[in-house]
Antibody, heavy 121, light 107 residues
């Protein structure tokens, strides 16, 4: 059974930093591209970032480019999202997502339960 | 960047009705289009990928069609458990943009 367990969400002040983690199990992690998708309270889904199966290629939404960094540790089956210079509008539930392929140009077939990031003073 | 526009933003239909949701891309994306639904309080779930391929385990009343810029998700006979918000997503290239969502309710 595929499991994606996010952690690291917290209340943080504007301008602060946070690192999210996603522990993956139940599938061969090194074969799958991964992404982060967020959902602000009461709003729709927003794709944030993606990484291919090797970690060589990374992609970002314009709204987070230069502030967020996606990475993965294939030896630990873990996905990360380093977030810095956080803004109020980054407040959202952040979902870890497994893609159907080793490349980012693929649909998402599994989602974690999400971790809440709240940016507020 | 390519924009994804869904319509309608919400709809109300009766059990057993045929429901159609559309998704339009601002530029052609071939068939790199997925549909998800998100039930209240739950995480999203993949319904269809490659515009028309049903994900394993998804009921056959769901179907997708389209290519290029115009896509459709159809529920052939709406069931109470289909109450959810439906999203399209393009994945031909980053950013993997979602549509704004369509909220489906039972009349």
């Amino acid at each position: 059974e595929v499991q994606l367990l996010e952690s690291g969400g917290a209340l943080v002040q504007p301008g602060g930093s946070l690192r999210l983690s996603c522990a993956a199990s139940g599938f061969t992690f090194i074969y799958s591209a991964m992404s982060w998708v967020r959902q602000a309270p009461g709003k729709g889904l927003e794709w944030v970032s993606g990484i291919d199966n090797t970690g060589d290629r990374t992609y970002y939404a314009d709204s987070v480019k230069g502030r967020f960094t996606i990475s993965r540790d294939n030896s630990e089956n873990t996905l990360y999202l380093q977030m810095s210079n956080l803004r109020d509008e980054d407040t959202a539930v952040y979902y870890c997502a497994k893609l159907r392929s080793g490349v980012v140009v693929a649909a998402t077939n599994y989602w974690g339960q999400g971790t809440l990031v709240t940016v507020s003073s | 960047d390519i924009q994804m526009t869904q319509s309608p933003s919400s709809l109300s239909a009766s059990v057993g009705d045929r429901v159609t949701i559309t998704c339009r891309a601002s530029q052609g994306i071939s068939n790199y289009l997925a549909w998800y639904h998100q039930k209240p309080g739950k995480v999203p779930k993949l319904l269809i990928y490659a515009a028309s391929t049903l994900q394993s385990g998804v009921p056959s009343r769901f179907s997708g069609s389209g290519s290029g810029t115009d896509f459709t998700l159809t529920i052939s006979s709406l069931q109470p458990e289909d109450v959810a918000t439906y999203y399209c997503q393009k994945y031909n290239s980053a950013p993997l943009t979602f549509g704004g969502g369509t909220k489906v309710e039972i009349k």
